[in-house]
């Protein structure tokens, strides 16, 4: 079966779809192969076909593919569990490096004591995001005397 020469049915199959998608979608984020294999094998293969393009549809185009799957890493290193995957590796050559309020945030999402670099760069960042906007100095031009 093909997707739907129509727009009318189209635009249905994905209405349709739209509850698949989110529940696929949590599926990915908290369960796993298992319960993403039973869902998708419930599909009929018009489903299937049509379920990326979904999917593809819901997704925000105006974030970095870092935000979109920051959720994923479990920030497994080389250092502390194994080798680095390639994804792994992916996913940090997109994120700001410590000493940044990026990675402070980092730090504290994962319940971590930020490191000296990054507990600086907060205190900088917060100084500066508390400042007043500047004001124009007077030059003294236009000023009667
Ligand atoms: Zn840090």
Same mark, same amino acid.
């Given at each position: 079966?093909?997707?739907?020469?129509?727009?009318?049915?189209?635009?249905? !199959?994905?209405?349709?779809?739209? $509850?698949?998608?989110?529940?696929?979608?949590?599926? @990915?984020?908290?369960?796993?192969?298992?319960?993403?294999?039973?869902?998708?094998?419930?599909?009929?293969?018009?489903?299937?076909?049509?379920?990326?393009?979904? !999917?593809?549809?819901?997704?925000?185009?105006?974030?970095? @593919?870092?935000?979109? !799957?920051?959720?994923?890493?479990?920030?497994?290193?080389?250092?502390?569990?194994? $080798?680095?995957?390639?994804?792994?590796?992916?996913?940090?050559?997109?994120? +700001?490096?410590?000493?940044?309020?990026?990675?402070?945030?980092?730090? +504290? +999402?994962?319940?971590?004591?930020?490191?000296?670099?990054?507990?600086?760069?907060?205190?900088?960042?917060?100084?500066?995001?508390?400042?007043?906007?500047?004001?124009?100095?007077?030059?003294?031009?236009?000023?009667?005397?």
């Amino acid at each position: 079966m093909t997707i739907p020469a129509s727009l009318h049915e189209r635009e249905q !199959l994905a209405e349709r779809l739209i $509850p698949v998608a989110c529940d696929l979608i949590c599926r @990915v984020h908290d369960d796993g192969p298992d319960a993403i294999g039973r869902l998708l094998d419930s599909l009929a293969p018009d489903e299937a076909r049509a379920l990326p393009v979904v !999917l593809a549809a819901m997704v925000p185009t105006d974030r970095p @593919v870092t935000d979109l !799957l920051a959720w994923t890493t479990t920030w497994a290193t080389a250092s502390d569990d194994g $080798p680095a995957t390639p994804r792994h590796e992916a996913y940090a050559a997109g994120l +700001k490096p410590c000493g940044t309020h990026a990675a402070y945030v980092r730090h +504290k +999402k994962r319940g971590e004591n930020p490191c000296g670099p990054c507990r600086q760069a907060e205190r900088a960042y917060q100084r500066n995001r508390n400042r007043p906007p500047r004001q124009p100095q007077p030059t003294g031009q236009g000023v009667a005397a």
